[in-house]
């Protein structure tokens, strides 16, 4: 994603700990979620849910276990990055997504809920198969 946010208004880099410790406290449910599943069907089950939200796909690379994607809202033809990252943990998966706005400094939650309602509906996903 970073190629695609060279001359956006809000840079690709994290914003420190202040950031972290605000998003901690507004936003406890993000955190990185474990799956009792193989990473390969976390990374499918989460590619196939960016592909039916129609977010535009700058990668998926199912050996890296990353996919980056793009969402263009509806108002002002805003764009928000996502990343996803899936990885092996100790015979788990862990999955933790990342969504921040090209531009702006507040979102008015709007990255939070994405990641949230992309988590519930993964595992939902996960647990049809």
Known sequence: M???????????????EETASI?????????TVRFDRRPEAVFNAALSLV????WEIAEADLNEGRIEATEKLPW???RDDVVIRI???NGFTRFDMRSKSR????????????????????????NTY
Request: glycine share 14%; net charge negative.
């Open 51 to 54: 592909e039916s939200r129609q």
């Open 87 to 89: 990885e092996p943990d």
């Open 76 to 78: 002002f033809g805003f």
């Open 2 to 16: 970073v190629p695609l946010r060279q001359d956006a208004g809000n840079p690709p880099e994290y914003a420190g």
């Open 103 to 126: 531009i702006g400094r507040g979102d008015l939650g709007v990255n939070a809920k994405r990641i949230l309602q992309f988590t519930g509906d993964l595992k939902t996903a996960l």
């Open 23 to 31: 998003q901690r406290e507004t936003w406890p449910g993000l955190t």
